[in-house]
């Protein structure tokens, strides 16, 4: 067990619609990360927020929009679906302010579009 | 820009065979990470590297770093089933840049 807790494990929606994915990071970690990974593929960074403010932005589409709260859990918005944004979402988090620390990641939350 | 290239991508052992995975990076990078990722799973920490020439060995796996290379390897020794997974590397400067994964079968 991570300590990085991800819901839903598992989301069944129509495209169209939008979903909110939560990430409560390890206690004590600053940073948090959401990545994508599509059926057989690797991981794209989507966005990175550290104490709440955004740190760095990866292959983001504009449909997707994400937050760090004050209690530092973290949201990912993802509007407008569509079938080709089926795939395993992961939260990771860490500590520092880059990520040169090591990530530890969510079971992640596996997102179906039909 | 930095880049990180994992070959093979694909890898098919059988039991008790000896193998490398290489990490290839294309700058300088700060320290180098290794994953495991088994099917719908999770990702797990394998191994942080934080200089040159270090090594580190848990089990059946060994990585070691060579930063003036810019190369990283992660061998497997006398392969077991239970290692079957996708294993990714991932390199660090002011983001963390990761590997395509190789995906490791091993056979009885």
């Known amino acids: 067990d991570s300590g990085v807790t991800q819901t839903p494990k598992h989301l069944i929606t129509a495209t169209g619609q939008r979903v909110t994915l939560r990430c409560s990071p390890r206690?004590?970690?600053?940073?948090v990360y959401w990545y994508q990974q599509s059926l057989d593929q690797g991981l794209q960074f989507l966005i990175q927020y550290y104490n709440g403010e955004e740190r760095a932005k990866g292959n983001i589409l504009e449909r997707f929009s994400a937050q760090q709260f004050p209690d530092l859990h973290s949201e990912l918005n993802l509007s407008s679906l569509e079938l080709g944004d089926s795939a395993l979402y992961f939260c990771?988090?860490?500590?520092?302010?880059?990520?040169?620390?090591?990530?530890?990641f969510g079971e992640g939350s596996r997102l179906t579009v039909l | 820009e930095l880049k990180v290239e994992q070959n093979p991508l694909f890898l098919s052992m059988q039991e008790g065979k000896n193998y490398t995975i290489y990490c290839n990076y294309s700058t300088t990078s700060d320290r180098l990470y290794w994953y495991r990722q088994d099917p719908g799973k999770s990702l797990e920490s394998l191994f942080v590297?934080?200089?040159n020439g270090a090594v580190k060995q848990e089990g059946r796996l060994m990585a070691s770093l060579d930063t003036k290379a810019r190369l990283s390897t992660l061998h497997i020794t006398a392969a077991v089933h239970d290692l079957s997974a996708t294993y990714f590397c991932a390199a660090s400067n002011y983001q963390l840049i990761w590997g395509a994964g190789t995906k490791l079968i091993i056979k009885p």
């Open positions: 590297l934080l200089s």
């Open positions: 206690s004590g970690d600053l940073s």
């Open positions: 990771a988090s860490s500590v520092g302010r880059t990520d040169t620390g090591e990530l530890f």
